[in-house]
């Protein structure tokens, strides 16, 4: 590698290392690592730095973000829950699944997983307690049904994964990158409910109750009503006729604002700048490291292991053990990429492999170091925090230890996609 290949990688893992110490944003480190490196190193104009902005993913996290905080904050998002609790009519076990299927909707629809998450955890930890199932177990079915619905074609990680596969030149399924990650997320959370009832620990009166949760019957007042209807109203338009998710989601929270002017203000809050500032400076940076030639030398080193099936394993570990302590949404934008030549010199299924990769990278956000998983560790109670904090830590090594490897069997060497 020369010089001018090394210092751009050496600063990508010095972002990396950065924002896993300290709560700094990876997307801003990109975004002016990518002026230092094009502009002093390189003589490109910003003009040309910014050739890889991407404009369409920057606009689906605005809009999906937008129309779901005003979801969240007219109480829609809260009488679905109650709507789906009522269901169970007292059969307590069947409440994580509840929580699953929710938490997947929330995010096959356009929701973030952390603040999907974020919505559900408080009602499905308390009603855990209240039902004495154990805290984690409930955790980690809001997570793992987060991660479930979070590559829908509708969602930002999906439209994210696709067009960063586009880009270089090695489409992909989106129905079934969508389906792989619900499967596997299906299965981790079937295998989760079989650990804890062998261990004897599926339920739980190690914390106590908790607080009695009001699941009252009630129906939608106006603005409840029309979100619904909206929400509706954006499925039929991006899956039935094709319409950007981002363009759509945007005109569905601009209609919900005339409703509602005088909180206009807290909505335009809701919009998750941190990930637009995540995703847009990743992808920037990445993009001046393609140029530079970086990734296509890390990629003829990983092509040097020989075997393209292990190689991919390699790729699923590096990237599963590497999202459990940084943002998976980061490392995706770096790893897809190095995904390329493997995929252009072998046999393996483009889509199998993304796939695998998209979950590997996902799957083991339910470790306290990340963000899903510290929203798990936040809800408990607070006499009971330390010890759902040590049995996550566990539990979240077995899934960094069997995760990939079982992405990578399940979609590589099958060659299902």
Known sequence: MTAVQIIPLVILVVMFVAATKWPLNIGVMGLVASFG?????????????????????????????????????NGTIDLIVKGCVRMVRGRMLLLPWVFFLIAAALTSLGTFSPAAIALLAPAAIGFAYESRIHPLVMGAFIVNGAHAGGFSP???????????????????????????????NLLLSVLTIILFALLGKLRDGAGGRGPEIDTASGRPHGQQA???????????CTL????????????AGLLL???????????????????????????????????????????????????????????????????????????????????GPLLATSSLSASGTIAALAVAATVVDVSPFSTDGALVVANARDDDRQRVYKQLMFYAGGVVLVAPALAWALLIPTGVM
């Open 37 to 73: 490196v094009g502009y002093f190193m390189l003589g490109m104009s910003d003009r040309q730095i910014l050739d890889a902005f991407p404009a369409t993913i920057v606009l689906t996290i605005i809009g999906v973000t937008y129309f779901f905080s005003m979801a969240q904050r």
């Open 154 to 184: 509708l969602s930002v990680a999906g439209v994210l994964v696709h067009d960063i596969a586009l880009r270089n030149g090695f489409p992909i399924s989106q129905a079934g990158l969508f389906l792989a990650s619900f499967a596997l």
């Open 226 to 236: 029309l979100t619904l209807a909206l929400i509706a109203g954006m499925l039929v």
């Open 240 to 251: 039935g006729f094709h319409m950007p998710i981002g363009f759509v989601a945007l005109s």
């Open 257 to 339: 604002a005339f409703v509602n002017v005088r909180e206009h203000r807290t909505f335009i809050g809701g919009i998750s700048w941190s990930t637009v500032l995540m995703v847009a400076g990743m992808i920037t940076y990445v993009s001046l490291l393609q140029h530079v030639g970086v990734i296509d030398t890390l990629a003829g080193a990983a092509l040097a292991l020989g075997a393209p099936l292990l190689i991919a394993l390699v790729l699923c570990y590096v990237i599963g053990v590497g999202s459990a302590f940084a943002s998976s949404t980061a490392l995706l934008t770096a790893f897809i990429p190095l995904a």
